[in-house]
């Protein structure tokens, strides 16, 4: 098993740009979500996506969207990017649960706007 | 949501125990206590979680207060691998984890 994995691991981006990270979740997860984590920070949730759908969010902009394919793969965008956005990218997986489901997380994109 | 509170940073010496504190004064009774811990340039990785009772697993021990408002991550032996920021995090029903800044244990041999 492959675990989670995201995809591409490092990337540069100029402000104002577009950007486009995937994840694909460990084999028999159907929940992804997605977390930045600004250096020398705890990660931050951006949003979860279950069966195609935004499930629930947390307090970033619009500028942040992402998808959910039926494969339970995700992409996260992010639009006009902003010299703040430069951070570590997370994907965690796991299955639709209440509390009690561990997480896998994948080593992350590293997202760096100049 | 829920905030936990650790100390930021700890030290131990290899193959000795360490115990990690965690306070959640706030906690509700659907909330279940996870760690996670951080090695340098990787993502979080699960190390345990409970509800009420104590718990063990291969990779670490967790006691849980009687009132549920503060648990204890124990690590029998700790190893140079252990070094890295372990998070306390309450989890409730609806699935997503918030991090605090956790607390950066350093192991020296």
């Known amino acids: 098993d492959a675990g989670v994995t995201q995809s591409p691991t490092h990337l540069i981006k100029t402000r104002g740009q577009q950007v486009t990270l995937r994840c694909s979740p460990k084999s028999g997860h159907d929940t992804v979500s997605w977390y930045q984590q600004a250096l020398g920070q705890g990660p931050q949730f951006i949003f979860q996506?279950?069966?195609?759908?935004?499930?629930q969010r947390g307090n970033f902009p619009d500028r942040f969207s992402g998808h959910q394919f039926p494969n339970y793969s995700s992409e996260l965008n992010v639009n006009a990017l902003l010299l703040g956005d430069s951070a570590l990218y997370l994907c965690?997986?796991?299955?639709?649960?209440?509390?009690?489901?561990?997480?896998?997380f994948g080593q992350g994109t590293r997202l760096t706007v100049v | 949501d829920a905030k936990t509170t650790q100390p930021n940073s700890m030290e131990s010496n290899e193959e000795e125990p360490v115990h990690l504190p965690c306070n959640h004064s706030t906690i509700s009774g659907t909330d279940y206590i996870h760690w996670y811990r951080q090695l340098p340039s990787q993502g979080p990785e699960y190390v345990i979680h409970g509800l009420t009772s104590n718990v063990n697993n291969r990779m670490a021990s967790l006691a849980i207060a009687e009132d549920r408002k503060s648990s204890t991550l124990i690590l029998h032996r700790a190893t140079l691998r252990d070094a890295a920021v372990y998070y306390c995090i309450l989890r409730a029903n609806t699935d997503k984890l918030i991090f605090g800044t956790g607390t950066r244990l350093q192991v020296f041999p």
């Open positions: 965690a997986s796991s299955p639709i649960g209440v509390g009690a489901t561990e997480a896998f």
């Open positions: 996506y279950y069966e195609e759908e935004e499930r």
